[in-house]
Nanobody, 125 residues
Framework: QVQLVESGGGLVQAGGSLRLSCAAS????????MGWFRQAPGKEREYVAA????????DYSDSVKGRFAISRENAKNTVYLQMSSLSPEDTAVYYC??????????????????WGQGTQVTVSS
């Protein structure tokens, strides 16, 4: 089992940047593929980005491609989401998630096993 704690959220002006972090504890972090999701008020949770166990492979939703970057440091048990060119439409609670996998390069947009508590990101216009 793995526990996830997000940090780095806050209030930022449109066009600004934020970096979210997700610290993991528990079983070997490098055996988990990781993902970021977000949920805006009144909307369903949506997939944002994913990264494979080694960090070699990444994937993004169309809504954030070219603006967000997911990365990980397995030595620090941490995954990051660098967000740039933020707009009010990016306002949401952001969650990190983990899924155990034996496939080194696998990416997942759903079916995650573990979730953090979320961190609020608010983008003002």
């Amino acid at each position: 089992q793995v526990q996830l704690v997000e940090s780095g959220g806050g209030l930022v002006q449109a066009g600004g940047s934020l970096r979210l972090s997700c610290a993991a504890s528990g079983r070997a972090f490098s055996t988990y593929a990781m993902g970021w999701f977000r949920q805006a008020p009144g909307k369903e949770r949506e997939y944002v980005a994913a990264i494979s166990r080694s960090g070699r492979n990444t994937d993004y939703s169309d809504s954030v491609k070219g603006r967000f970057a997911i990365s990980r440091e397995n030595a620090k048990n941490t995954v990051y989401l660098q967000m740039s060119s933020l707009s009010p439409e990016d306002t949401a609670v952001y969650y990190c998630a983990a899924v155990y996998t034996v496939v080194a390069g696998a990416l997942y947009s759903r079916n995650y096993d573990y979730w953090g508590q979320g961190t609020q990101v608010t983008v003002s216009s």
